[in-house]
């Protein structure tokens, strides 16, 4: 076996799921949107998302405040944008403003959508009695937006650090699940 041993520091790199993602929510003074990778599917219809969000985080702040968030799927192209809005607070950054990303209304939750990202999902706190333990949210999607004109998004998954995965060949199998 040619293996050494990985750091448990490090384990959630192998392990992290999906798609980075922005979330944005409402603020008395402005929104905010921060990266987020740490976030799972719990349950197909509604659809309920299970997610980390830090409480060091002013968007946990906010979050809690409002009750409300957006979870909004960027590709390849906004990397840079993602890595910005996961390095600074928006304590003291109008993170819209800094990283040229567009607030657009949403239609069911106070929070903006993130215009430039491939879809975007309006969610409510369902639960949120372990956020006080482990920050962990389980977020209900309400209403959800996606542009279909573009054919092959290329998400992103983090690996730490500032290093990602692009999304690239697309495995076709049949498969009766959803
Ligand atoms: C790729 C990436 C993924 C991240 N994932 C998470 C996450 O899942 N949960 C979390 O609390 N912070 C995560 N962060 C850190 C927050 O995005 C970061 O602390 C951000 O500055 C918080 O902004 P805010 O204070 O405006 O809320 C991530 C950062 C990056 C760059």
């Given at each position: 076996m040619n293996k050494t041993r990985l750091p448990l520091s490090q384990v959630y790199r192998?392990?992290?799921?999906?798609?980075?993602?922005?979330?944005?929510?409402?603020?008395p003074r402005r929104p905010d949107v921060m990266a987020m990778s740490w976030?799972?599917?719990m349950e197909?219809?509604?659809?309920l998302v299970g997610c980390v969000i830090?409480?060091?985080?002013?968007?946990?702040?906010l979050l809690?405040?409002?009750?409300?968030c957006v979870l909004n799927v960027p590709t390849v192209e906004l990397a840079r944008q993602v890595?910005?809005?996961?390095?600074?607070?928006?304590?003291?950054?109008?993170?819209?403003?800094?990283?040229?990303?567009?607030?657009?209304p949403a239609s069911k939750v106070g929070a903006p959508l993130v215009a430039e990202c491939y879809a975007n999902l309006e969610c409510r706190i369902a639960d949120r009695r372990l956020a006080d333990d482990y920050n962990f949210f389980v977020l209900e999607?309400?209403?959800a937006w996606i542009d279909r004109s573009r054919k092959h998004p290329r998400i992103i998954h983090h690996q730490g650090k500032g290093?990602?995965?692009?999304?690239?060949?697309?495995?076709?199998?049949?498969?009766?699940?959803?």
């Amino acid at each position: 076996m040619n293996k050494t041993r990985l750091p448990l520091s490090q384990v959630y790199r192998l392990l992290e799921p999906g798609p980075v993602v922005l979330v944005s929510t409402a603020g008395p003074r402005r929104p905010d949107v921060m990266a987020m990778s740490w976030h799972t599917m719990m349950e197909f219809e509604p659809p309920l998302v299970g997610c980390v969000i830090s409480g060091r985080n002013h968007t946990f702040d906010l979050l809690v405040a409002s009750g409300e968030c957006v979870l909004n799927v960027p590709t390849v192209e906004l990397a840079r944008q993602v890595v910005g809005c996961g390095n600074v607070s928006g304590r003291r950054v109008d993170k819209f403003e800094r990283f040229g990303l567009t607030a657009a209304p949403a239609s069911k939750v106070g929070a903006p959508l993130v215009a430039e990202c491939y879809a975007n999902l309006e969610c409510r706190i369902a639960d949120r009695r372990l956020a006080d333990d482990y920050n962990f949210f389980v977020l209900e999607v309400v209403q959800a937006w996606i542009d279909r004109s573009r054919k092959h998004p290329r998400i992103i998954h983090h690996q730490g650090k500032g290093v990602f995965a692009v999304d690239g060949r697309i495995l076709k199998l049949p498969s009766r699940k959803k």
